[in-house]
Nanobody
Framework: QVQLVESGGGLVQAGGSLRLSCEAS????????MGWYRQAPGDQRELVAI???????NYADSVKGRFTISRDNAKNMVYLQMNSLKPEDTAVYYCNADLSYQTPYGRASYPNYWGQGSQVTVSS
């Protein structure tokens, strides 16, 4: 079965940096877009950054200029470099992928597949 696993979260002081990683494992056939979302308690999940297989990117206005999304297509991984972190960046960060994978019975698609989330806490 397909699984997305995030890593790299933790506690950091304001102004510091963290790098999140997400690996898609399983019998992956292809991955179109991959992205990072975040959700703070009581808030809706929001898009942070997204990258297509061709390298096109989009960022939320709140992180533009501070965060950088990248991916390694060969390794089925996506990264989020977070610099100049602010307390308002505190949230659970979720990896997301539009992917297709191989089953014993044929191809299956997940247009919106989620990881389990990774906590990022930024202290003042």
């Amino acid at each position: 079965q397909v699984q997305l696993v995030e890593s790299g979260g933790g506690l950091v002081q304001a102004g510091g940096s963290l790098r999140l990683s997400c690996e898609a494992s399983g019998s992956i056939l292809s991955i179109n877009a991959m992205g990072w979302y975040r959700q703070a308690p009581g808030d809706q999940r929001e898009l942070v950054a997204i990258i297509t297989s061709g390298g096109s990117t989009n960022y939320a206005d709140s992180v533009k200029g501070r965060f950088t999304i990248s991916r390694d297509n060969a390794k089925n991984m996506v990264y989020l470099q977070m610099n100049s972190l602010k307390p308002e960046d505190t949230a659970v960060y979720y990896c997301n992928a539009d992917l297709s994978y191989q089953t014993p019975y044929g191809r299956a698609s997940y247009p919106n597949y989620w990881g389990q989330g990774s906590q990022v806490t930024v202290s003042s």
